[in-house]
């Protein structure tokens, strides 16, 4: 399996996460209904997915230029806090070092370093990345937020019909969620592709999602997101350190059984649903998958591990109304020292 990458950017608000696994989902859709598109129809390409899969896509996560280098702000390794603090006694110190610590969510590595250890790394926070990211883009981008992304409530209406108006119970005004992209930010997505798919037409997969809508409310326009670049391949490895013990890892994953001694993650319930057609259908939910979030690290207990690029495993069994429905279950990593 190779990896790429490729730089998107919101043009919309977004009603559901940019997710690996939710990604994946969306792609299986494009090649359901283009069999062109990756050469062989979806049935073939999940054929061997326990084994083999065809693609493992990463969550997305903010790109910019820093210091006049590519630089990717990943989410912080899910690492016991202890492991950010220095060796203040001092019990308010401690306090507010650990309050400072909980808020810096981004860790920024530049392309052409490695992420040699996990502690003692330089990890900001939304305003800090945000100042770097506008000025990098000044003359092209004002906005007075300095967060990343924002959550905000988007309220909607259903008429009545025979009055004309809104009312009560079905009727009643609600409101919905949606994220917000700061306007200067673009996102780098990754993916892992087996020798016999082209990573050119997962690019295209994503500029047909990008003009019609991710996730939630795609219908309204939400979701919507412009493809900059083409697919270029992409070394993890690189980033990583040259005797890893440990896996950090870049979409929401569940770990094969027996495989790790050490686990640190943020646990993450998916409620996944059935997407297009089958979202209509009597019964359009799957069944809730608790998921190791993106920002994990697993210590593996043999390095027969590192010898592929991506961690996991399938997700079948799923669904009610379609048997044959597969999650990813997989994650792309960085390898990291995590013990010394």
């Known amino acids: ?67 006049r280098r590519t630089a990717y702000a990943f989410k912080k390794p899910d690492l016991p806090l202890r492991q950010s603090l220095t ?13 400072k610590a909980k808020k810096k969510r981004w860790l920024l590595l530049k392309s052409e370093e490695r992420l040699n250890t996990l502690t003692g790394r330089i990890y900001v926070d939304d305003e800090e990345l945000v100042d770097i990211v506008v000025k990098e883009t000044a003359q092209t981008c004002e906005y007075e937020s300095r967060r990343i992304s924002a959550d905000r409530l988007q309220p909607r209406n259903t008429i009545n019909r025979f009055t004309g108006t809104t009312g009560e119970g079905q009727f009643a005004p609600f409101s919905v969620g949606q994220t917000i992209y700061h306007p200067c930010v673009v996102l780098a997505l ?29 219908s309204v326009g939400w979701g919507r997101f412009d493809v900059l670049t083409k697919a270029e391949e992409f070394s993890l490895a690189d980033l990583g350190h040259p005797s890893p013990d440990g896996c950090y890892t870049l979409a929401p994953c569940v770990p094969e059984k027996g495989f790790f001694r050490k686990t640190y993650y943020t646990p993450f319930v998916r409620y996944g649903r059935h997407g297009d057609i089958m979202a209509k259908s009597s019964n359009p939910f799957k069944d809730p998958v608790l998921m190791a979030d993106e920002g994990a690290v697993f210590v593996p207990d043999t390095r027969q591990v590192f010898d592929k690029p991506y961690i996991g495993r399938a997700l079948t069994g799923l669904s009610k109304v379609n048997p044959s429905a597969v999650a990813q279950g997989y994650a792309l990593y960085i390898p990291v020292r995590v013990e010394d």
Request: with cysteine; glycine share 10%; net charge negative.
């Open 87 to 99: 060796a203040e006694t001092d019990e308010k110190k401690v306090i507010e070092e650990r309050k």
């Open 1 to 67: 399996m190779k990896v790429f990458t490729v730089i998107i950017k919101p043009t919309s608000g977004v009603g559901t996460p940019l997710k690996g696994d939710t990604l994946f989902g969306h792609i299986c859709w494009q090649a359901a209904y283009d069999e062109s598109l990756f050469g062989s129809g979806i049935s073939a390409l999940l054929a061997d997915y326990a084994d083999d899969p065809f693609l493992v896509m990463s969550s997305a996560f903010p790109v910019l230029r820093h210091d």
């Open 190 to 218: 990754f993916f892992g592709v087996s020798d016999r798919i082209n990573a050119e037409s997962v690019v295209e997969a994503l500029r047909h999602i990008g003009q019609t809508g991710f996730g939630k409310d795609a």
